[in-house]
């Protein structure tokens, strides 16, 4: 007897994975968790029924958003992520020599706790001496740390429940203030064939406070349409004019420079809604 | 009671879509042939099992495998479609006011005449007074036309069963003889994801015959992985260095002179393999 894990990505249209064994089923304070032993794509994290990540496919999103802002930014050592609960994003970071602080702010402590247990090639970037986990609310976090950080990464879920608010202005005006400077903030974007509404929307929302905002694309398997977006919002930087690779190759299984550069291109449908 | 039409993606990975009534259900002569009315994506072409078509997406597939060689090419005139039964490659094609000739050789009339019922906005094409269609096997037609085209599109299925031997040594022979001496071919290469070494295998086969082999890579949302790729041999022209956009603009809604360029940086993954 097969068992399948279906995500509905839209209405109409199902992803499904086929599961050996459920690991985890659990409400926490704040979602439903489930971890699934996968036959193709490792273990997958599930919240409120919707595919966090899966072992084979987590590097897409990971790279994606960690790379573009570190190789844009001239001399980042600062780094806050916000979400990020698995541990990939934090593993990205620290793949550079040069940062010096990766502080961590997941707000459902047994998102980090399944990710140890299951998923040890991400939340191993938890052992750095150089990472600071944070289990609170981004919201509170971000009041008390005002022009601190170089970059900042939110790695949060869907604009739906909970995480409405992390797309909204009040949100990106605390990021504003926590940001050095030149500081650039990259968050995840959804996509642009089911999402078009809400991609031209929140560029217009990140457009009022950061002077440089841009879209970029990477593949994610899992992810509906497969194709995900990323928003970079920068008070300085250009990541096509300013990006420097000169800071040192990292071992990666997506990203690399021409990948950088190819991942800003606008899809026409895109470009038209945004001008 | 909902209806869904699952595709196995890879063994363990299934898409779903939903559909309110099967249009179509046949057996040609070569596969078998469906048709439904989808909920979320409009009318769906499925062969033998596969998606091959949805009236929503497949702009991104019939974009990306006819611009990027038009616009490389410095002067094409005569273009050759294998497959592409759809029409949805020529009606791209057609777009360009400097396309002379554009012969279309699909080897299932079945799959011509559901296009004409349930794809019109594909099949459109058809009635273009510069379109001939021709309902044989690829092999003998290009047999008959040596030296003639600018530029082949191979818009086959998968490399399985019939279409299998479009991916073999003897098949890319014939298109290089049918090629003129500037001429360039490009030709659906699976995924990166789930089929890296049938891709690296496909370039060595390739670069045996043509000088110049590039990958490509474009969203396709209802194809495996959700990011497809495209093999481009070029006898003459790079479709970096010599792409030109004086030829003129033209409606899309996902290529544009960005996604051009961006679409031919490789994964790091891939990069590696076919070094």
Redesign the interface.
């Known amino acids: 007897m097969e068992k399948?894990f279906?995500e509905v990505q839209?209405?109409?249209?199902?992803?499904?994975?086929?599961y050996e064994e459920k690991l985890l089923d659990i409400q926490t304070k704040y979602q439903k968790l489930e971890v699934y032993k996968?036959?193709?794509?490792g273990n997958l994290m599930v919240l409120d029924g919707c595919i966090m990540t899966t072992e084979k496919?987590e590097f897409f999103y990971h790279e994606m958003l960690s790379h573009p802002s570190i190789y844009t930014h001239k001399d980042p050592k600062k780094v806050l992520i916000i979400g990020g609960g698995d541990g990939g994003t934090l593993r990205e970071v620290l793949k550079h020599s040069f940062i010096q602080e990766a502080h961590l702010c997941e707000i459902d402590g047994e998102v980090i706790e399944a990710a140890k247990k299951f998923f040890p090639t991400l939340s191993e970037s938890f052992k750095d001496p150089r990472a600071k986990i944070f289990v609170e609310d981004g919201f509170a976090f971000l009041d008390r740390s005002k022009n601190y950080y170089d970059i900042i990464l939110v790695d949060a879920t869907d604009p739906i429940g909970e995480a409405a608010k992390l797309y909204e202005s009040d949100f990106f005006l605390k990021i504003y203030n926590s940001l050095k400077d030149d500081g650039i903030f990259t968050i995840q974007a959804e996509n642009f064939?089911y999402k078009l509404n809400f991609m031209a929307d929140l560029y217009k929302t990140v457009k009022k406070l950061f002077p440089n905002v841009y879209f970029y694309f990477s593949?994610?398997?899992t992810y509906p349409?497969?194709?995900w977006a990323f928003l970079m919002g920068s008070k300085k930087y250009n990541p096509i004019k300013d990006v420097n690779f000169s800071k040192g190759d990292i071992s990666?299984?997506?990203?690399?420079r021409?990948?950088h550069?190819?991942?800003?291109?606008?899809?026409?449908?895109l470009?038209s809604m945004i001008k």
Do not use: A, C
């Open positions: 399948w279906f839209e209405p109409g249209v199902k992803l499904g994975l086929e996968t036959k193709r794509l496919d064939f593949p994610v398997i349409s497969g194709t990666t299984k997506y990203y690399n021409n990948i550069y190819g991942s800003f291109s606008l899809p026409q449908m470009k």
